[in-house]
């Protein structure tokens, strides 16, 4: 957390100073403690004081180096065997790369361990750093393997079900892993493709356009 403190004929000025030079137009953002609240002189005679106010903020720079010690921390906490590889920030993202001897653990079946860490860090770093970066967790680039895999399932059921006439529902798939099997088949002309079910699992569900 950074802190600045300005100056300004009242205190609403001196916070539209700082918000200006910080770039931030989310009150939200930010947290600030009135110093002085100055003082006017009577109509332009007497001693007057400007106001000051301490404004703290998070740089956006430092959102991918908190993410870290935080992530880093939980990681710890939960007797999980792992730490950061690497991070890169992206305008609204932070890519966390994940080292362990354990990464079958923390990936778990089709990826599901690893998406609920996920999910809970989002809430814990998003908190903590009052920034609305996402967090993506990655692990000896499972996310890679998994979307090629997808994309080459997917192909391949779009080939059965144009041939066989039969639709065919996949298992069930996060809001991620969905919007990839939809734009993978989307230009196929022989099949078109639809979400089923409730809730963050749902499952995709492939189908032979039929002919007219």
Do not use: C
Request: zero cysteines.
């Amino acid at each position: 957390m950074k802190v600045l403190d300005i100056e300004g004929k009242t205190v609403e000025e001196a916070t539209k100073k700082a918000l200006s030079l910080l770039k931030i137009n989310d009150m939200n953002k930010i947290n600030i403690e009135v110093l002085d609240e100055g003082k006017s002189g009577i109509f332009g005679f007497g001693i007057s004081r400007p106001a000051k106010v301490r404004v703290y903020y998070q740089q956006e720079d430092d959102i991918g180096q908190q993410a870290k010690e935080i992530i880093e921390k939980i990681l710890m906490l939960m007797e999980i065997e792992a730490k950061v590889k690497d991070y890169k920030e992206s305008e609204n993202k932070v890519y966390v790369e994940l080292e362990s001897p354990s990464s079958g653990l923390i990936i778990g079946k089709k990826g599901k361990t690893l998406e609920a860490l996920q999910f809970m860090i989002n809430l814990l770093v998003n908190k903590m750093t009052n920034s609305e970066k996402k967090i993506i967790l990655d692990i000896e680039s499972y996310r890679a393997k998994r979307e090629k895999a997808l994309r080459k399932l997917s192909k391949e059921i779009a080939l059965k079900v144009a041939r066989t006439g039969k639709p065919w529902t996949l298992e069930p798939m996060n809001p991620f892993e969905r919007r990839l099997i939809h734009l993978t088949l989307q230009n196929d002309s022989k099949v078109t493709t639809k979400s089923e079910g409730q809730g963050i699992y749902r499952k995709v569900k492939i189908m032979p356009v039929e002919k007219r």
